[in-house]
Structures are given as C-alpha cells and as structure tokens.
C-alpha cells in the first residue's frame, strides 16, 4: 500500500464517525465565502454596469450643467464643438391635477433639442418619449399618474399652462428611483416652460447644455484643454468618464460598507474555522497519541487530519461560493432603488475565482494553526491521559504559518479595500488587539490565582478557580470570543453611525411648509391666504441672488488662477442666495465677532457668515468679502460668524447682510409656515398653487416621509448584510465555548459522581462563564470602540457619535449567550447520569 | 539468548510546581530474549514512566536504553516510530483502539503503518484467533470491554512484534473476563515468540510471568526470577 493511499484512507476511516464534530467548521466557511462571493459579485457588476452605461446615464457626450446659465462667452466656447446640442432647465415646482383637485410637488425637466443622445427615455406609449416635445405635451412620471389615476390624454397644470399628458415615464434619465419618490419627474419641452410662468427671479432652476460630438473626435482633450477656463465658471463640465469616476465615488460608502461586512465576515470565519479546527484537534488527541503509538511519524499524523481538513474545506468553500452565487441575486433587487443602473443578477466569474482561492487559502492556513500543534502529541497520553505535552522552544513552523497568515490577510485586505495602507491598518488592529486579549487573560489568570477571594462560598470559588486550573481554555476563549465580539461590535457601532448621518432631523414641532419664489408684490395678499387657513406665518425672509467676486484682496479670477487657493471651489462658485436682517435667528449662534448694523451711504458694509461657508471659503473676522449683486460691484467686510443648526427644516443662509443695503435691490420672499394636518395642508397648497402659480410649495412633511422610506430601506439592507456577521459571529462564540466543554465535563461528572446537585453544578457553570463572557466581551467592546473611531474619523470622516445603550446591549446579550450556550454544553452532566455520559463521550 | 532490551543507569525527573521531582532513579535492566517480565509496585513507584522509556515513547532524563540492539536516545522521532511500529506491540488498560475504525481496521492498522497491503486476511486471522470472527466489522463502541482488549491483542500482534509491552491489560475487566484475555495474550506471545512485558499491580498476574521486577519510591527494590511461573502456565 503506498504511503499516500493509506493517509487517504486513514483520513478517511477516521472522519467517518466525526463529521458532525465538523459542522462548526464548515458553517464558518460556508457563511464567510458566500458574504464575500455575493458582495464582491454585486460589486463588480455595479462598476461594470456603471462603466457600461455611463453614456446612457449622462445622456451626452459632454454636458455642462449650473444653477444659473452659462455666461456666453462660456457658451460660445460650449458651442464650437462640432457636435449636436441640447438644453435642458430643471427645477422643483407645484403642479394641480384637474382631474382629482389635488396638487403635487414636481420635478419639471423642460428640454430642448434631442436629448438623451444615447439610451433612450422609457415612455409608455414609446411615441411619447417624442411627442413631448412639442406643443404643451407633458411625459409624467408612472408613479405619480398612478397615485392620482391619470392615464394618457388627461390633463396636468404646472405654472399657468394646462398640459396633455402624452404618456408615462418609465425612470428620468440618470436617476435614481428612491429620489423619485420625493419629487416624480415631469418632462416638458423649453418652449412651454416659457409661458408657465415659472421662471423669475430667485426660481431655483438648473441649466444644463449637452453635446454630442463624433466618434473621432476627442472630447476628454478637448476638455482637459480647456480646464483652467472652466474651473472659474460655476458650471460643472462632465464628460462620461468624469460621470463614470463621479459614480464610482458616489457608490464608494455602498462599496465601503458592504467590503466591511465582507472583511467582518471573512475574519469572523477565519475565527472560526481555527477554533472549530482546534476543538476537533483536542477531541482527537486521543486517538492521534494512539497512531503515534504505533508506529506513525508525527508528519504521518498530520497529514491524515490535513488531508481531512482540506477536503472538507474544500467542500465547505464550494458550498460556500454556491451560496453566494444564490445570495448575490438578491442584493441587486434589495437595492434597486438605490442604484441609476440595473444591475445585472448573474455571478461575476472574478468574485468566484477570488472567494474560492480567498477562501480555500485562508481556510487552510487558519486550520494550519492548530492542525501543526498535532506533531507535538505525545504517544504518552495512551498511557497517561493527563500528560502534558512539551513545549519546543521555537516551532519555526508555526512561525511559517504565522507568517504565511500575515502576508495573507494583507493581500486579501488589499484586493478588498483597495489600499495597501489600509490593508496594514487592518492587520495591525487585528495583532494589537490579539495581544491586549492574550495579554489581559494572561494577567487575570495570575491575579484569580493569587487573589482569589477566600471568603467566597464553595460555588463562586470552584467556578473561578476552573479558570486557572491546569489545562484551563481562558486565554484561546478570551482571545476567540473578544476577536468575534471586537469585529461584530466594530461593524455595528459604524452600521449606526453610518444610519445616524444619513437620518434627517426630527419632525417634531418644526414648520412643515415652506413658499418660495414669491414676488414681493405678491406677499401681502399670499399672507392674507395664509391667515385665512388660521395658519401662522414663522418666517418671511427676503431673498437676492448674487455671485462671489473676490475675496481677501484679489478677484475670483486671480484666485482660480492661483495653485495655492485655499478655498473650495463649490463655495466660490455658487449662485449665492443671501437674507438681510440685524439679528440672529433661533437656529444660529454667534459663534465669534459682532452683527454690525448698517450707517447709510459711505458706511462700510459688515456681513456674517455660515461657520461651513468661512471654512469653505478660508475666510474670518475682517477678510474683505467681494459681491456682484446682479451686476453692481459690492464690497463687504465679514463682521461675525454664525454656526448654523441643521436640525431644523426652515430656511438658512451661509450669507447674511445688514438692513439698509439690499432693500431696494431685485429680491424674492420666502414664507415657512407650519399646517396642523393633511387636510389644510392639502387645501392651503391647492389654493396657492391657484392664485399663485409661480410660488413653489415644498411640502415638507411629505418629503420626510419619503426619506424615512429611504432610510428604512438603507437601514434594513445594513440589517439584512450585518446578519452574516452576526451568524458567523455566534459559530465563533459556540466554537470557543465548546472548547471548553472537554475540559469541564469530566470535572463536572465527577462532581456529580461525588454528590454536587445539578443546581451546584449549574451555579459552578454560570459562574465561570458569565466571568469569562463578561471580560471577553468587555474587552471585545472596548476594541471596538476604539477601531470603530478611528474607522469613522479616518476612514469615513464622519463624526463619531456613539450611543452607549445599544453598545452595553450588545454587550449584555454577549454575556448572556455565552452563559446559555455554556450551560447548553453542559446540558448532558446535569440531565444524564454521570456514567452515561462518560460512555457517550468516550464513544 | 540475546539481549532485546538493555536499560542503564535509568533517570527521569520531572518539574513539579518549579521543583524537580525524581521519578526514576539508577535503573538497570537486562532483558532477554523470549522473557515474560512483570514490573511491579505500589503507585507511583514508577512503573509506567519506565515502561514508557523503555517503549521509546519518551526520553529520559539521563541514562541509556537500548532496545534491539538500538540506543533510543539519539533516534529522531520518526526513528522511533518505525522502531515501535516494525518490533513492538502495545496493550493498555483501557484498550485504546481508535473509536472510529472497525475492529478489522483497528487490528490492520500496525501492518497498514508498514506500508503492507493485504493485510485483512492475517487481520481475520488473528480475530478468529481471539473468538471474534463475528466481530469483524463492528465499531469498539459495538464491542464489551473484553471484547475490545481482545481486538487490542489481536492487533498487538499482527506486527509480529518481538517485545510487547501491556500496561495493565486486565485492570479495567472483570475477573472471568480478565482471566480469558490473560490466558489469550499469554498463549499469543508463547505462539509468537515475543518477550513480554507487563506491568501490574496484579500479583496474580505478576505470577504468571517468568521475572518480577519490583519498583519502589523510583528505585527497583527487587529483581527475581519467578521459578513458579511455568506451573501457572
């Protein structure tokens, strides 16, 4: 029989009985590469989908987009590019259907020319992605006509024009569907905006050109050429490949958070597949110092359990990337809404190939870990069951592995996040906690065994002391239970953290409504409706747009030219929308300096600034701050700096100027009014949409139900994600546990034998346990706050904001489900006679 | 006859709590052979540390054993293995066989180690042998205590070993059971050719053999030939 053959079949022989001793260790896996095979799936087709429809998404091959319209010496450079051209404003608006006497907030999409040049606007009838374009013909979103029952050939009135409704609009180009939900799309074309009405002064629109050029020509060139010019303008350039770039990065926070739970659940897996190694290990020590007996070489011995664990592995993985392949068809339709593109629900080969090989390595050097330690067990245990092995000085192998697993992680954390840097940060996190863990059980020990309370009754002592008696699991559970607790805690303190930015304020007793857009004209008589419906007027602020001339000394066209700029240039290049007033509103604080009032002509003009806009701007106290407010020149001095509280819905301004200044010059009110119920909010809307048609009604209350829609669907996808982790974070927490289980159960069947009640030997159990639980997992905890900070500092650059209920939640569930699963293992010695129970465990 | 085991000037120590502790000390021992030996002794005297050194399952702390005509002190562990794996047997007091094989495969596996194939008929054999031809393809947890140290002696045996060390081989049976598979492993070994070591705290047992070896405190405290033993086989 050949060397090889006979390890074959003695792996084999040998794992017959065994297997389910393997279940843990193939959960791990399982769960680990499927988490990673699903997401890397779904993210790479995302990229690919993204990289493939990046044309269709922008619709162009060039567009040029701001929120005012291009000066024309821009446009004449826009428009020497030998290519088709398009234009198209968009802007929120009020629109009443005749139809139902309702009225519904819009987005109005008015176009001009053949836009999109490439994919194609979804119209149901198709004729009507065309027919909307002429005459006053509007494409309405599905999703509105369906909430107000219209169908084709009905009616829709925005501004002062009653449109025909040619048909419905599968998905406005480029967007996202969880957006339309706040404001469905209506398209229109620009002749018809024209006479709605709806364009005057202070109206929010946003201009966008598009061109579409041939294929030789090269607009990436053409524009690179042209970068310097553009960068002075507000208008934003974007060409495919920016759009592509520019949705990657959007889709980066989706990436980064599902590449950490693919990180969480391979660490967690890797966890666990070396202490469900050791566990088996331990349960055939036996049987191995046996073999040894008989003649096998140590090499011999491990390579029959090798050969074991790499097959089962290997199953395991196949399974596992099978599972993946199943779960990667569901992440796209769980996050629909959320994507511009379809995603496409077939396995990418490459997150195959990658979670097999991942998986395959990392399985077979975390099993490697325990597996070497077979070499040093002794034939003497088949003689003396309680021998102890001898340590070797220096196991050069197990610092191979060691080595083998560094280098590893690094390259699989590398191909993950993308960053060799991060790759380290990760690694390093992952051995300091490793020591700290090993360090402070190292440390307990010593202290129990010295300090060990003497005055302690006989249940609280024996269960202590098992934590320091010879052959004790403290310091592999401490370490096993902390790890999984440290990665799973990390990944739920940054889950909530990343809910938490994203959620919006509360609705409380904020204004619901407001009005913009009002001509000052028209405010009296709007403020008499507005009293009428018994409704109070919280704000009414006069609005002037103006753009940034200069700051500190020099123009905007000196600054932009300058390479060592400070500011940021959405800052300098915004259409500024600035109030006038002496005072500070109730959601602001002056944070530094004074609100000067205005002397009359010749005085110098002080205005405040937002806290973000000066840091936007690099601007403080005394800087020159230099207007065009509609084309006079205005130089101003910044006075104070007003930090701005974003919990509240009404309105707020980066800019604010003294009384006296803006007074006469072109302005637009706003008015934030707040509406007791649905029903006077839909009544008040329908009546000044009516008597006012170019006053835009933001219904608050609306929107923030949609976006608690949003965010209930993100959160529930982070649930759904965190679940792997979670799963694979309670095998580690069983695998550790039953590690320990061996050690105790002959202690406690002897306990038994002798006399303990299966109350004593329950109150022993749950002693131990709730004492290794609670430091495992309080140091698990305190890891992770510490990484989960450094993570949303460094890496997400959010603020870290931690809510410590869920943090000491989390932890008392740990504390508990260790006790339980403790008491679970022990379940046989307190059910069972003690005899049954060695015979059992001895089969 | 020839000398098969040679133990001189035998010491093992091990720590205790951080002090040494002597286990063995100036053991010397000539073994020939076709001996049956019995090492006897209170507990503790250092009777199974001695059988350990001598099966070159362990090192000791100084001295020298040399078993075949082989010192085991420079031997690597894979040497010793094939040592043990090629000249000796082993029966222990708690049988020892691996719960997962068969009692077929239990009993090939010495023979399997060698790289042998064919091994199920010598393995039937010696199965016949012990009266458990109908036992062949059960699982020890199948199988009564005297039925798996039977399965223990047939495997002990396959490797036609020429020492075979047993460890208190009836010490977990019953007293009829124990009688049957003593006389078995005393019929086996007078079958074989095999110098037989035992070690027990069995007098009667102790009887049977041809030497008594008595250890105490780590210290053999006598060495006798046991003129008696050929009656009681």
């Known amino acids: 029989m050949s060397g090889f053959s006979f390890l074959l079949k003695t792996a084999y022989r040998d794992s017959r009985r065994n297997r389910a001793k393997l279940a843990l260790f193939m959960s791990s896996i399982i769960l680990g590469v499927a988490a990673l095979v699903a997401i890397n799936s779904f993210n790479y087709n995302l990229r690919k989908e993204i990289n493939r429809e990046a044309a269709t998404l922008l619709g162009a091959d060039l567009a040029a987009s701001g929120n005012r319209p291009a000066d024309p010496e821009i446009l004449q450079i826009l428009d020497s590019l030998p290519a088709e051209k398009a234009r198209e404003m968009e802007m929120l608006s009020m629109s009443y259907i005749p139809k139902t006497d309702e009225t519904q907030f819009i987005r109005l999409k008015a176009i001009e020319g053949n836009f999109p040049f490439y994919g194609k606007i979804k119209a149901d009838p198709s004729s009507a992605a065309q027919s909307f374009r002429t005459g006053r013909s509007a494409l309405v979103d599905e999703s509105l006509m369906l909430q107000h029952g219209l169908i084709p050939g009905d009616s829709i009135k925005i501004g002062k024009i009653m449109f025909e409704i040619k048909g419905r609009l599968g998905g406005a180009i480029g967007s996202i569907g969880a957006v339309s939900s706040v404001a469905p799309a209506i398209y229109i074309n620009i002749e018809s905006l024209d006479s709605t009405g709806l364009i005057q002064p202070g109206s929010l629109i946003n201009y966008a ?103 089962l592995g290997l199953a395991g993985v196949i399974i596992g ?63 003396r069951t309680s021998f102890d092995e001898e340590e070797s000085k220096i196991d050069y192998l197990r610092w191979a592995i060691y080595g083998a697993i560094f280098t590893s992680l690094i390259i699989f954390l590398w191909l993950l996040t993308g960053s060799i840097m991060a790759a380290f940060i990760y690694v390093a996190a992952i051995l300091i906690s490793y020591i700290l863990l090993a360090g402070l059980s190292m440390l307990l020990i010593r202290l129990l065994r010295k300090f060990i309370p003497t005055n302690t009754g006989f249940i609280t002592k024996q269960g202590l002391s098992n934590l320091f008696r010879p052959d004790n699991q403290t310091q592999t559970i401490m370490v096993t239970i902390g790890m999984g607790t440290a990665v799973l805690t990390t990944l739920l303190i940054l889950q909530s953290i990343l809910l938490n930015n994203v959620s919006l304020m509360d609705e409380g007793k904020q ?179 009516k008597a006012f048609p170019n006053v835009s009604v933001v219904d608050l209350t609306t929107i923030l139900q949609s976006v608690n829609d949003i965010l209930n669907k993100v959160s529930f996808i982070i649930r759904f994600m965190a679940i792997f982790s979670l799963l694979t974070g309670l095998i580690v927490l069983i695998s550790s546990l039953t590690l320990s289980k061996y050690q105790r159960l002959k202690e406690s069947i002897l306990l038994r034998t ?28 305190g890891i992770a706050v510490i990484s989960s900070f450094f993570v949303t500092k460094f890496q997400l650059e959010l603020e870290f904001a931690i809510s410590w209920w869920p943090v000491l939640w989390i932890m008392v569930s740990l504390i508990l489900i260790t006790v339980i699963i403790g008491m679970f293992n022990s379940r046989d010695v307190i059910n069972n006679p003690p005899l049954e129970v060695l015979r059992k465990e001895d089969s | 006859m020839s ?163 047993a460890d208190e081989p009836t010490g977990n049976l019953d007293g009829d059971t124990g009688a049957n ?34 250890l105490k405190s780590g210290q053999i405290v006598s060495d006798v030939k046991n003129i008696l033993s050929n009656i009681a086989n």
């Open chain 1, 209 to 311: 050109y598009y061109y579409k050029v041939p294929e030789s020509f090269d607009v990436e060139k053409w524009k690179a050429s042209r970068k310097i010019l553009f960068r002075s303008e507000s208008l934003r350039v974007e060409t495919v490949e920016d759009r592509k770039e520019n949705l990657n990065q959007a889709f980066s926070f989706l990436n980064y958070f599902l590449n950490l739970v693919a990180i969480v659940a391979l660490l967690l897996g890797c966890i666990g597949v070396a202490s469900s190694v050791m566990i088996y290990i331990k349960s055939k020590a036996n049987s191995i110092a046996l073999l040894r007996c008989l003649g096998m070489r140590p090499g011999q011995a491990f390579l029959v359990y090798f050969i074991q664990i790499s097959i």
């Open chain 1, 321 to 383: 990337v099978l599972a993946g392949v199943i779960l990667q068809s569901v992440l796209p339709l769980l996050l629909k809404d959320f994507l511009p593109v379809q995603v496409d629900i077939s396995a990418s080969p490459r997150a195959i190939i990658e979670g097999f090989f991942v998986g395959f390595t990392v399985t077979i050097l975390f099993s490697l870990l325990p597996l070497v330690g077979i070499r040093k067990i002794s034939p003497l245990r088949t003689l």
């Open chain 2, 181 to 214: 598979v003593e006389s078995l492993m005393f019929d086996l070994n007078k079958d074989f050719g095999t110098t037989l070591i035992i070690v027990t705290h069995n007098p009667e047992l102790a009887s049977k053999t041809g030497r008594i070896i008595k």
């Open chain 1, 511 to 689: 204004p619901n409504m407001i009005l913009y857009g009002i001509e000052t004209h028209q405010m009296s008589d709007l403020k008499e409706l507005t009293k009428s419906y018994k409704l109070p007027v919280i704000q009414e602020v006069p609005v002037v747009t103006m753009k940034i001339d200069g700051w500190k000394g020099k123009s905007k066209i000196q600054w932009m030219a300058d390479s060592t700029m400070t500011s940021k240039r959405w800052a300098a290049n915004r259409e500024a929308r600035v109030t006038y007033r002496d005072t500070i509103s109730d959601d602001e604080k002056l944070v530094s300096g004074s609100i000067r009032k205005y002397g009359g002509a010749g005085d110098s003009i002080f205005v405040t600034l937002g806290t973000t806009f000066a840091e936007a701007m690099d601007v403080g106290i005394g800087d020159e701050l230099v207007f065009n407010v509609q084309g006079t020149r205005m130089v101003t001095y910044i006075s104070g700096l007003r930090e701005i509280q974003f919990r509240n819905l009404s309105t707020r301004f980066f800019i604010v100027f003294p009384t006296g200044v803006l007074d006469e010059a072109p302005q637009f009110q706003v008015l934030v009014t707040k509406t007791p119920d649905n029903t006077t909010m839909s009544a008040y809307r329908g009546a000044v949409v």
């Open chain 2, 3 to 165: 000398l098969i085991l040679k133990v001189e000037d035998l010491n093992m120590n091990y720590n205790s709590g951080g002090r040494p502790l002597s286990v063995l000390q100036s053991i010397n021992i000539n073994i020939e052979e076709g001996e049956t030996v019995a090492i006897t002794g209170p507990s503790g005297s250092g009777k199974t540390t001695l059988m350990g050194l001598c099966a070159a399952l362990d090192n000791p702390s100084s001295g020298e054993i040399t078993l075949l005509g082989t010192k085991i002190s420079p031997l690597n562990e894979d040497e010793r293995a094939k040592l043990r794996n090629r000249y000796v047997g082993f029966i222990f007091q708690n049988f020892q066989l691996l719960p997962s094989l068969t009692a077929i495969e239990n009993v090939m596996l010495p023979l399997e180690l060698q790289g042998v194939s064919g091994a199920e008929k010598e393995a039937v054999q010696l199965l016949e042998r012990v009266g458990l031809k109908d036992r062949v393809t059960h699982y020890p947890s199948q199988l009564s205590g005297g039925e798996q140290q039977r399965v223990a002696l047939a495997r002990a045996f396959i490797n036609k070993p020429k020492i075979l060390f």
């Open chain 1, 754 to 781: 002798i006399g303990a009640t299966r109350n004593q030997i329950v109150r022993i159990n749950a002693t131990e346990y709730a004492f290794l639980g609670t430091l495992s997992a309080g140091t698990g905890v």
